[in-house]
């Protein structure tokens, strides 16, 4: 983001530019951790990591007041949040979180402020019928075509996506949520 203020032996490849090709391509499967997108304290940290180590990298101007500072929190707001998702979702998304981050999840909850009881907002999960519930996978023996189709309930069928070319070892997994259920 800003390789002029680094000196040669601080410089990196561009790593997500890297993986931006690599999910161009049939043979990509890229799982991205939930933890790669940086939530603005998370980028101020690192920010005062990195200069602390000797890296002459400029603070995250919040509220800008010169062009040179308007450019700096673009730059850096090019890389905050989700920027990496568009990237490397060029090809499929898996969301799931892998079953390690799961258990740090439970093990290390999130601390809540109180919930009002005024609130008309209610949270619930789903016991069955959900998207885990139904999830099927099947890989594919050898090189094909498919398509996509959706059956309603009165049997019709709509194509959505067709001729998919796949190859073999291809993992291909569906599922759907229960509206019923839910």
């Known amino acids: 983001t800003f390789p002029e203020a680094l000196r040669p ?3 990196i490849d561009d790593a997500l530019a890297e993986l931006g090709r690599l999910a161009l391509t049939p043979e990509a499967n890229i799982i991205k951790l939930p933890n790669i997108s940086a939530s603005m304290p998370q980028m101020h940290a690192a920010i005062a990591e990195l200069q602390k180590q000797g890296y002459a990298l400029p603070a995250y101007p919040a509220e800008p007041t010169s062009d040179a500072e308007r450019d700096v929190q673009a730059r850096y707001d090019r890389v905050k949040g989700s920027a990496v998702n568009p990237v ?11 079953k390690a981050v799961k258990a740090y999840a439970r093990q290390n909850p999130h601390r809540m402020g109180v919930w009002s ?20 996978s099947v890989t594919v023996d050898a090189a094909t075509t498919a398509r996509i189709e959706h059956v309603s309930a009165d049997g019709g069928v709509t194509v959505l996506k067709d001729g998919l070319k796949l190859q073999a070892g291809e993992v291909l997994d569906a599922t759907f949520m229960s509206v019923g259920r839910l």
């Open 88 to 98: 490397l979702r060029e090809g499929n998304s898996d969301r799931r979180a892998p």
């Open 9 to 11: 032996e601080q410089r």
């Open 117 to 136: 009881a005024d609130s008309q907002a209610h949270v619930a999960s789903m016991s069955e019928g959900d998207f885990l519930a139904n999830e099927q």
